[in-house]
């Protein structure tokens, strides 16, 4: 029998991405797409929000993709099959909301593939037609891209370079989709920043609702820091319990990406110090 | 003796004000057994002890103060524990000087008894015995204090929440047979005792070895289990719990509604001490955790929360630590002794000043505060003036980084799943004050949660309470 939080499976999906299945029970079986945890890697790590790619209630697993960011995300995705994070707390957040609306459009940008894909999935199963577009800087960082497929009725690839699919973004493509008259209901996005507003740009003026997950910085996850607050709609929202996920049309996007450049310096200092604890740098 | 009496009372030793705004160690150091026992000699022992009654808890003062003066400390330890799980908490964290020190009848004349101290004195001198070595909380084992606990019951108890409300809650249900699980939505079991309250005015040893005392009466405290996403209280009574303690505080902070709180290097008090406290960001880069102190620090409020905040602004290496409160110096709210604490320390008092707006640069970063002058009006409805803008008096404070300590409001988790909850007009759970009874059958609460920011010893009695209530209820309410 696995401890609680004991990765059971570590796969690496790309350079720098990583995919741990972690024996988390009581999470497991609570779980919603759209959720996502806190973890905190030891005593000393910081407190960190990463979505639940994907559950597994009778397994007692869930499954965490984690992109090497900084100082945090590298020391997690250093841990190795069988050992454990000493904190992982959730389900949080509102789940999405998960309706038959038709054509759908899952825009996922990056690591957030990730987060993208139960959503999709349970798209797929309440009877969209689900068009998915996915996008990565190069082929080799393009990630969940089969998982994908199998929970789509069409996917689009695109990469900045080419080396897959279409050269480009992929606002780009939802901009292509969208003149070629297809008729879409609703667009979710989950990516960088500037990825979920250059979406929210496309499908603005043809008015189609667009749902957006914002990754802001996080402490407690549970709205007792307001460490996350963000303005949507004229109105200041805690992204850890009244979101993530919002009307992107209404989210102020430009205070979303300052706001979490706000220990751009410090984060760094504490992982050059690390990398010369480890004797990484000098 | 009675030379003592007249001339007041026995300092504590303190760390000078230079040399401790650059730590966090605690900053009162504490009595010697030769002090505590020349301050316990000015209590003349009333047959009718005022002191009592200003106590939430009705400890017997002067009885624990008498053992103290005899020199059997663990008697005094034992006379405390008797009425309060959590003395080495509440002898330094108590407003004495609005509780039982303000009745002490010798208040009258000269100065009261130093009842906190002496608290303290006795809890720490147990905790050292304990471990047989000096006295001091660091790497301290449970107390030695065994209380005599009942047969077990074969009835379960879910608490939610690892505040004083919870840990007292828990404590007394353990210690009546109950088997008891406490559910906390953070890492560390304390409440605010260990994410807001600093290191340097409550040390973090003391609140494990707390906790450690109660995992020691058979309980269980799971960390990392958030009531209303992790599971609900319904899911509790289905699941085999046969009643519930609801101590979740009040830890949803408040804003100000003024254009500019979302620039970087505004904080809410709670994420500010978050991070310092729970996350250690005091020790940066040992401790991952950031946060972000600029030179000039602003912050808004006078409570316990801002006393806080800006004394660890001040060990954290601002320059200047504005203190900015709508009212004047005799209005503030916070403990007398921190206040005095504070000040001496550097921090700046602003009275009669409110922001009206926070400005900010290009990047997004805070760079000042538009603040309003104001003077004292009309008495409100409590009885304080309330205080009114001074028209045409806007003025810019420098700033880099604001916190917000303007207060905490109930957080909806819990209550937004549990729809037959009963809550006020504020979100506060509505529950009998000496039964902690909610609305619900089975369902009791206590602490911050129903009464809305208080203090330590009042959230530990209404959790005490709650647990001869829920003992009672479970006498009579047999499957
Ligand atoms: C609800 C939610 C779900 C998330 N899910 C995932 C997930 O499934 N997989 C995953 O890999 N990441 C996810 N993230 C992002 C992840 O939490 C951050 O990458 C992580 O906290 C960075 O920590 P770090 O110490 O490694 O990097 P840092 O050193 O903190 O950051 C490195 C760089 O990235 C920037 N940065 C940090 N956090 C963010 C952020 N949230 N958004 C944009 N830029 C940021 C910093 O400013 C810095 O420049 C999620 C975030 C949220 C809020
Ligand atoms: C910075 C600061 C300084 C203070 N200084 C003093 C002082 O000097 N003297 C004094 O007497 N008082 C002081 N107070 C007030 C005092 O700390 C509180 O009144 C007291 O802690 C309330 O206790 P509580 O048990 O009701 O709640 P809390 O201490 O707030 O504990 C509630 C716990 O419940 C957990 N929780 C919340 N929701 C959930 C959920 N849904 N599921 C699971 N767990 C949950 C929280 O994480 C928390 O650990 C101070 C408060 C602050 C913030
Ligand atoms: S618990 Fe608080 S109020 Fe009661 S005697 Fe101790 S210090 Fe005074
Ligand atoms: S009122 Fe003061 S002097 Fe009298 S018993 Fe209490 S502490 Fe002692
Ligand atoms: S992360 Fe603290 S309130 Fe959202």
């Known amino acids: ?282 | 003796m009675s030379d003592s009496r007249k001339t007041g009372r026995v300092d504590m030793p303190r760390q000078p004000a230079s040399v401790r705004v650059r730590n966090f160690d605690e900053v009162a150091l504490g009595y010697s057994e030769e002090d505590a026992r020349r301050e316990a000699g000015r209590c003349i022992q009333c047959k009718n002890p005022l002191c009592v009654q200003g106590c939430p808890v009705d400890i017997d003062i002067p009885r624990f103060i008498l053992q103290i003066r005899e020199g059997d400390e663990a008697g005094a330890a034992a006379t405390l524990k008797l009425k309060n799980s959590l003395p080495a908490v509440c002898g330094r964290v108590c407003p004495q000087e609005e509780q039982c020190e303000k009745l002490c009848i010798l208040g009258k004349k000269g100065q009261p008894v130093a009842i906190g101290r002496l608290e303290r004195y006795a809890a720490d001198r147990e905790t050292a015995a304990g471990q047989g070595s000096r006295p001091g909380p660091a790497g301290s084992r449970p107390a030695v204090t065994r209380p005599s606990m009942a047969s077990p019951t074969g009835r379960s108890v879910a608490v939610i929440g690892a505040g004083p409300s919870g840990l007292a809650a828990a404590g007394e249900l353990a210690k009546l047979g109950h088997r008891v699980t406490v559910f906390e939505a953070l890492h560390k079991p304390g409440g605010v005792l260990v994410y807001g309250i600093p290191e340097f005015r409550l040390p973090k040893a003391i609140v494990e070895q707390e906790c450690d005392f109660i995992r020691s009466l058979g309980v269980e405290i799971r960390c990392n289990y958030v009531i209303g996403r992790s599971g609900t209280v319904d899911e509790l009574l289905r699941t085999g719990f046969d009643a519930v303690f609801v101590g979740t505080g009040a830890g949803l902070p408040y804003f100000m509604n003024i254009p500019g709180e979302n620039l970087n290097g505004v904080y809410s008090s709670n994420e500010f001490l978050t991070r310092v406290n729970l996350m250690k960001a005091y020790r940066f880069p040992e401790y991952d955790t950031p946060v972000h102190v600029g030179r000039n620090v602003a912050v808004i409020g006078g409570g316990n929360v801002a006393m806080d905040a800006a004394r660890c602004s001040l060990r954290l290496g601002a320059e200047t630590v504005h203190l900015v409160y709508r009212r004047g110096r005799e209005q503030l709210p916070a403990r007398e002794e921190e206040i005095e604490n504070a000040f001496e320390e550097g921090v700046r008092p602003v009275f009669l000043t409110v922001p009206v707006e926070i400005l900010g640069d290009e990047n997004g970063w805070v760079k000042g505060l538009e603040c309003i002058r104001m003077e004292l009006g009309e008495p409100d409805a409590s009885g304080r003036q309330k205080p009114v803008p001074v028209a045409g008096s806007n003025h810019i404070l420098e700033a880099d980084t604001v916190i917000m300590a303007i207060g905490q409001g109930p957080n909806p988790l819990l209550t937004l799943t549990t729809p037959d909850l009963k809550l006020n007009k504020w979100g506060y759970i509505v529950a009998d004050e000496a039964t902690g009874q909610t609305s619900k059958k089975g369902v009791f609460a206590g602490g911050d949660i129903v009464t809305g920011a208080a203090t330590v010893i009042l959230a530990m009695g209404a959790g005490k309470k709650a647990a001869m209530a829920i003992h009672k209820y479970l006498q009579q309410d047999r499957p």
């Open chain 1, 1 to 282: 029998m696995p401890q609680l939080n004991e990765i059971i499976r570590k796969t690496s999906l790309a350079p720098g991405i990583v995919r741990f299945d972690l024996h988390c029970p009581d999470i497991a079986s609570h779980a919603k797409p759209g959720q996502f945890v806190v973890v905190r890697r030891d005593e000393v790590a910081e407190r960190i929000p990463l979505t639940i790619a994907d559950f597994d209630a009778a397994a007692g697993t869930i499954v965490l993709i984690i992109q090497e960011a900084g100082l945090s995300t590298k020391k997690l995705c250093g841990l190795e099959r069988g050992e454990r994070v000493t904190d992982v707390l959730g389900p949080l957040g509102q789940p999405s909301e998960i309706e038959n609306y038709g054509t759908v459009v899952c825009v996922g940008g990056g690591v957030g593939a990730a987060p993208m894909y139960p959503i999709t999935k349970a798209l797929k199963a309440a009877g969209n037609r689900v068009h998915s577009i996915l996008g990565a800087r190069s082929k080799d960082l393009l990630i969940l891209e089969e998982e994908t497929r199998r929970v789509s009725d069409e996917l689009h690839v695109c990469t900045d370079d080419g080396s897959s699919g279409t050269r480009g973004f992929v606002s780009g493509k939802l901009a292509e989709l969208i003149a070629s008259g297809v008729k879409i209901d609703r667009v979710w996005a989950i990516g960088p920043g500037v990825m979920m507003r250059a979406v929210c740009d496309v499908t603005r003026p043809g008015g189609i609702p667009t749902v957006v997950s914002l990754n802001t910085l996080m402490v407690d996850g549970t709205g007792m820091c307001g460490g996350c607050r963000i303005t949507v709609g004229g109105k200041v929202k805690f992204v850890c319990v009244d979101g993530p996920e919002f009307d992107g049309h209404q989210v102020e996007f430009g205070e979303l990406l300052k706001r979490s450049r706000m220990y751009a310096d410090r984060e760094s200092r504490a992982d050059r110090d690390h990398a010369c604890r480890l004797g990484l740098k000098t």
